[in-house]
C-alpha cells in the first residue's frame, strides 16, 4: 500500500492549489479516504474525508467553506481543492485510508501560505 502526494507549494494568502494524491496496493474504490495536514510544532489534524464512491464529505472546521475534497476510482486519485488560503494553512498535507489500518503515511507535500 502507498500513498504518493503532490501539488504543494508556496501560494499568497487568498491563492488556491489543488493536491493530488495517488494511491496504491488495495481497492482504492472500496475505502474511505482523508487528507491530513501536519504544521511545524503542531500534531498532525483531520482536514477533510470522502466516502468510498464520494457521494459523501466531511470537511474539519478549518476546512469549511475553502476546501474541496474529491477522488477519481478510475486513476485511484484523491484530490484536495484549497481556494482563500490562509497563512495558518501552511503544513504538510498527508492523505490515507480512513480507517489508518491500511499502509503507512507517505511523504506529504508541503503546503506554504505567505506573500
Known amino acids: 500500500v502507498q500513498f504518493v502526494e503532490s501539488g504543494g507549494g508556496l501560494v499568497q494568502p487568498g491563492g488556491s492549489l489543488r493536491l493530488s494524491c495517488a494511491a496504491s496496493?488495495?481497492?482504492?474504490?472500496?475505502?474511505?479516504m482523508s487528507w491530513y495536514r501536519q504544521a511545524p510544532g503542531k500534531a498532525r489534524e483531520l482536514v477533510a474525508t470522502i466516502d468510498n464512491l464520494g457521494d459523501s464529505t466531511h470537511y474539519e472546521d478549518s476546512a469549511k467553506d475553502r476546501f474541496t475534497i474529491s477522488r477519481d476510482n478510475v486513476k485511484n486519485t484523491l484530490y484536495l481543492q484549497m481556494n482563500s488560503l490562509k497563512p495558518e494553512d501552511t503544513a504538510v498535507y498527508y492523505c490515507r485510508e480512513t480507517s489508518g489500518y491500511l499502509g503507512s503515511w507517505g511523504q506529504g507535500t508541503q503546503v506554504t501560505v505567505s506573500s
Open positions: 496496493g488495495f481497492t482504492f474504490s472500496r475505502y474511505f
